[in-house]
């Protein structure tokens, strides 16, 4: 891999928080008091109870990242060089760890794809940039979704690009591939202070396929469930894995994919050497959400997932977009229960339907609530849920019982933000997550929250 580092790239522009509402809005004990109802942008709907913590905001058409309080107010910004390739974090001490579209050696033939990044960057609360690299060349590119680690490294989705004869030596039906080759997803960490991979998991060595007896792996797949089937859905797109969502549970190190283009989230043992990872002890432990691309039995579960989340060492919450689902369209949250055999992940068993989700939230009637793109939930500490309706910027938080209890629309765009009566239009204000911090976690403790403006404009 051939690593840039962005330094001198990196133009810094100012963090000033955006023109307040008709004037600056004094503190107020109760927050909720900023809710602005049905119309608009900005906090829709509020209980006092769901409006503690702090909730990140980087839309996909700005280089601007913005910490909101729970009326809406801001609390932070920073500003970066690049629109977001996808996801953005924070981690301690109120640092932005971010995926950036562009850079140094973007490649040219994926900078194009849906989720194209090309550069991972960190920036501190005072908008110093502390690094900055480019992961990219003529052959790969990371993309979609990054996951800090506590070691302070970096994971990060990366395509890996093999062209036409190699992927017909592998075993690729001819007549899913063309001149522009084939992606295959990888994870590679990366070593903040170097830019570095420093340890590589790559789909590519763990397939298998049933067309060509003299290409390698040849199996039936029900039989090698922990492999890959390179011909599993007949899909004609180079991007025929397309990971978009990935997360770390620190107390296994295990981590978990998402798979969209396959419909299913996967396990992965991070807790093995890169030669290790390349081998038996790299194949999937897990995986869940549809059977036919492996050749088990029972119905598919997800349709285009996005951010599998771990919530425990044998549990997983997953936002099921609903993309394709038979019936009518509409989003889901779900959790997954992750069998355990000797305190491992378990594949599934080729004679038996997987296990019904233990836990699903739908919205009332169930197709109110559509979000066939980005999305995510996040779990949070009292029992409610933070989820990311991507397409239409909104960030919205249910209750244990499945009640919305905080809802807020993105108004910050490209050219700036929207008055509090106007609504996104266009996909400008989209996001592709939402994150919620305590002020106490690690993220946040010690910094100055005071809140500032509503980050709305004035009509």
Excluded: K
């Excluded at 991972?120 to 052959?139: F, K, R």
């Excluded at 979000?371 to 249910?398: E, H, N, V, W």
């Excluded at 499945?402 to 996001?431: F, K, M, R, S």
């Amino acid at each position: 891999m051939r690593v840039i580092p962005l330094f001198t790239a990196l133009a810094m522009a100012s963090s000033a928080c955006p023109a307040p509402t008709d004037e600056h809005p004094e503190p107020q004990d109760d927050p909720c008091s900023f809710a602005r109802g049905d119309a608009g942008s900005g906090l829709i709907l509020c209980e006092p109870e769901a409006a503690a913590g702090y909730t990140l905001l980087a839309p996909n058409g700005t280089r601007s990242a913005a910490l909101i309080d729970g009326a809406g107010r801001v609390v932070h910004r920073w500003e970066s060089a690049w629109t977001p390739g996808m996801a953005t974090y924070l981690g301690p001490d109120g640092v932005l760890i971010r995926a950036g579209r562009g850079g140094a050696g973007l490649n040219p033939g994926l900078g194009g794809q849906p989720g194209a990044g090309g550069v991972i960057e960190a920036i501190d609360w005072d908008g110093e940039l502390l690094w900055s690299w480019a992961v990219s060349d003529d052959q790969l590119l990371a993309h979609h979704d990054i996951e800090p680690l506590p070691n302070g490294n970096v994971l990060a989705l990366v395509w890996e690009r093999v062209s036409e004869e190699e992927a017909l030596a592998l075993g690729r039906d001819p007549a899913t591939v063309d001149a522009a080759g084939l992606l295959f997803d990888a994870l590679h960490e990366i070593d903040a202070s170097s830019g570095e991979t420093v340890w590589r998991w790559s789909s590519r060595d763990h397939l298998v396929q049933d067309l060509d007896a003299s290409a390698p792996d040849f199996a039936l797949p029900v039989d090698r469930r922990g492999r890959i089937d390179l011909n599993a859905t007949g899909a004609d797109e180079a991007d025929w894995l397309h990971f978009n969502g990935l997360d770390h549970e620190p107390t296994t190190d295990l981590i978990v994919v998402s798979a969209r283009a396959l419909d299913e989230v996967w396990v992965i043992d991070h807790g093995t050497s890169t030669e290790g990872a390349a081998g038996p002890a790299g194949d999937l432990l897990f995986r869940w959400g549809r059977p036919d691309v492996w050749g088990g039995p029972g119905a598919q579960q997800l349709y285009g997932q996005h951010d599998p989340t771990w919530l425990g060492p044998d549990r997983l919450l997953v936002f099921d977009n609903g993309f394709g689902r038979p019936g009518g369209l509409h989003s889901r949250l779900v959790e997954i229960d992750v069998p355990l055999v000797d305190g491992r992940p378990a594949l599934p068993d080729p004679l038996e339907a997987a296990p019904e989700p233990s836990w699903t939230w739908t919205a009332e009637p169930a197709r109110d609530f559509v979000a066939p793109l980005m999305s995510g939930a996040q779990r949070l500490p009292d029992g409610s849920t933070l989820i990311t309706d991507g397409p239409r910027g909104r960030a919205f938080r249910i209750d244990r019982d499945g009640e919305v209890v905080w809802d807020y629309l993105n108004p910050l765009h490209a050219d700036g933000v929207l008055a509090w009566d106007e609504e996104p239009v266009g996909g400008g204000t989209a996001l592709f997550l939402a994150r919620h911090y305590a002020a106490d976690g690690p993220e946040l403790q010690g910094l100055d929250l005071s809140s500032g403006p509503l980050l709305v404009a004035e009509p």
